[in-house]
T-cell receptor, first 115, second 111 residues
């Protein structure tokens, strides 16, 4: 059971480049989300999805796009990277938002540097 | 969502119990108390959660006061690998769109 898998672990981008951060879970979880973590800022929600085909914005969605074509995958796209997007990105999943057991599983993170 | 207050940092000797407090005085009746931790450079890890009864699992114990305004996470025999930032958060019944992580408590376990 792999849990939540994020790729890549590290990435350096030049300003203006685009890339996709991958997130996959093998637990048949309905709910998936992306957070970014900056020093002294804690975890901030970027986008989330309550099921395949359904996505919504979190606290800091600007500059990021998501899609959820399958239950397993929830990629995060940076269309035109900016230095302000330098951060550590975490993907998380839970069984369902409506479940009593809302334990969240996190991936190991993607460390992104935009120069 | 109820807000939580935790000490910024704590120290604990290896092998001793680590008791991490959390204040959540505005918690609602249907909100669960959750604890997560984040070891340096890793993703947050779920530890335990509870509503009003004390809970125990293989990692820790959770003690919630009768009025539910505060709780304590107990690591019974802390090891060096328990050095991490510990987050206390509250979630309403049925979950929420997001987990609101505050600053947490940086626990340092010393040899």
């Amino acid at each position: 059971n792999a849990g939540v898998t994020q790729t890549p672990k590290f990435q350096v981008l030049k300003t203006g480049q685009s890339m996709t951060l991958q997130c996959a879970q093998d637990m048949n979880h309905e709910y998936m989300s992306w957070y970014r973590q900056d020093p002294g800022m804690g975890l901030r929600l970027i986008h989330y999805s309550v099921g395949a085909g359904i996505t919504d914005q979190g606290e800091v969605p600007n500059g990021y796009n998501v899609s959820r074509s399958t239950t397993e995958d929830f990629p995060l796209r940076l269309l035109s990277a900016a230095p302000s997007q330098t951060s550590v990105y975490f993907c998380a999943s839970t069984l369902t938002r409506l479940s009593l057991n809302t334990e969240a599983f996190f991936g190991q993170g993607t460390r992104l540097t935009v120069v | 969502d109820a807000k939580t207050t935790q000490p910024t940092s704590m120290d604990c000797a290896e092998g001793r119990a680590a008791n991490l407090p959390c204040n959540h005085s505005t918690i609602s009746g249907n909100e669960y108390v959750y604890w997560y931790r984040q070891i340096h450079s890793q993703g947050p890890q779920y530890i335990i959660h509870g509503l009003k009864n004390n809970e125990t699992n293989e990692m820790a114990s959770l003690i919630i006061t009768e009025d539910r305004k505060s709780s304590t996470l107990i690591l019974p025999h802390a090891t060096l690998r328990d050095t991490a930032v510990y987050y206390c958060i509250v979630n309403p019944w049925g979950g929420s769109e997001k987990l609101v992580f505050g600053k947490g408590t940086k626990l340092t376990v010393n040899p």
